[in-house]
C-alpha cells in the first residue's frame, strides 16, 4: 500500500471572519458611580442628590434602626403573647404604638419579627444540643461526683 499523504483537518478560512475592530467599553471603577459609599472614597461628598437612570439618589444611607427599650418591650410582649409572625395588616397597627417611642418603619417591624423568630429558634436548638449531652449517660458533674462501685457477684 502506498503512503497516503497526511490528512489535516478542515481549517474555515479565517479571512472571511475577520471583522473590523470594536471598541471594549472600559469598566469604571466602583468609586465613580453613583451611590457608592463616600466613606471608601478620598472625594469629598457631592452637594446636590446623585441623578442616575432617571432616578434620584440621596449621597447618604438611611442609619439602621436601633429599637429603644420602650419599644422593645412592647415587640417582645407581642412576641411572647403568641404573635410570632403578625399578618400583613398588624404591622401598621404595631409600627403605630411603636412610634410613640421614636421613628419606626413597617419594615423595621416586620425584620425584627423575623430575627426574633430565627434567635429564638437557634437558642432552642443550641439548648436542646447542651442538654442533650448533659443528660447522656456518663457525662457531666453529676456522674464526676459520684465514684463508681464496682459489684461482684456472688
Request: charged share 20%; net charge positive; hydrophobic share 35%.
Amino acid at each position: 500500500m502506498a503512503a497516503s499523504p497526511t490528512r489535516r483537518p478542515h481549517f474555515p478560512d479565517l479571512g472571511a471572519m475577520i471583522v473590523a475592530p470594536t471598541t471594549v467599553p472600559t469598566i469604571a471603577h466602583p468609586a465613580s458611580r453613583p451611590g457608592y459609599p463616600e466613606s471608601m472614597t478620598n472625594a469629598p461628598a457631592p452637594a446636590a442628590p446623585i441623578v442616575g437612570r432617571g432616578e434620584e439618589r440621596t449621597p447618604d444611607p438611611k442609619p439602621q434602626w436601633n429599637p429603644r427599650p420602650e419599644q422593645i418591650r412592647i415587640l417582645e410582649a407581642i412576641f411572647n403573647s403568641g404573635m410570632v409572625n403578625p399578618p400583613h395588616d398588624e404591622i401598621p397597627r404595631i409600627r403605630m404604638r411603636l412610634q410613640e417611642y421614636g421613628q419606626v418603619g413597617d419594615a423595621n417591624v416586620f425584620y425584627w419579627f423575623q430575627n426574633r423568630k430565627s434567635r429564638s429558634k437557634n437558642k432552642l436548638r443550641t439548648g436542646q444540643l447542651g442538654l442533650g449531652l448533659a443528660r447522656a449517660p456518663g457525662c457531666g458533674a453529676a456522674a464526676a461526683a459520684a465514684p463508681v462501685k464496682p459489684q461482684l457477684s456472688p
